[in-house]
């Protein structure tokens, strides 16, 4: 099974950027396309965003916590998605993992491939 890759991460002020990439390790596929997660200290794995893919060209997905501040792209030619992160907050910190869209809703971690789950990227963002 393919895993995910995810890069980007690191530690910047408040109110900073940082671009996050999940690029596949193996052969092409998610073909439903794929989301972000994170996970700070002591809580559960939240859903941040997600792109899907349809026939007509697919859709983009945010947690309210993060529109406007975050966009979520793909490059089908390196076949990566993106998490463009800007207005970064202290409360932003977290690893951050990306995975594959298996079906159902994209904002629940059962949704998404369980062996597509990259190790994480840490993203700390100080006041």
């Known amino acids: 099974q393919v895993r995910l890759v995810e890069s980007g991460g690191g530690l910047v002020q408040a109110g900073g950027s940082l671009r996050l990439s999940c690029a596949a390790s193996?052969?092409?596929?998610?073909?439903?396309?794929r989301g972000w997660f994170r996970q700070a200290p002591g809580k559960e794995r939240e859903f941040v965003a997600a792109?899907?893919?349809?026939?007509?060209?697919?859709?983009?997905y945010y947690a309210d916590s993060v529109k406007g501040r975050f966009t979520i792209s793909r490059d089908n030619a390196k076949n990566t998605v993106d998490l463009q992160m800007n207005s970064l907050k202290p409360e932003d910190t977290a690893v951050y993992y990306c995975?594959?869209?298996?079906?159902?809703?994209?904002?629940?971690?059962?949704?998404?491939?369980?062996?597509?789950w990259g190790q994480g990227t840490q993203v700390t963002v100080s006041s």
């Open positions: 995975a594959a869209i298996s079906g159902g809703s994209v904002y629940r971690v059962d949704s998404y491939m369980r062996g597509s």
């Open positions: 193996g052969r092409t596929f998610s073909k439903n396309g």
């Open positions: 792109i899907t893919i349809t026939w007509n060209g697919g859709s983009t």
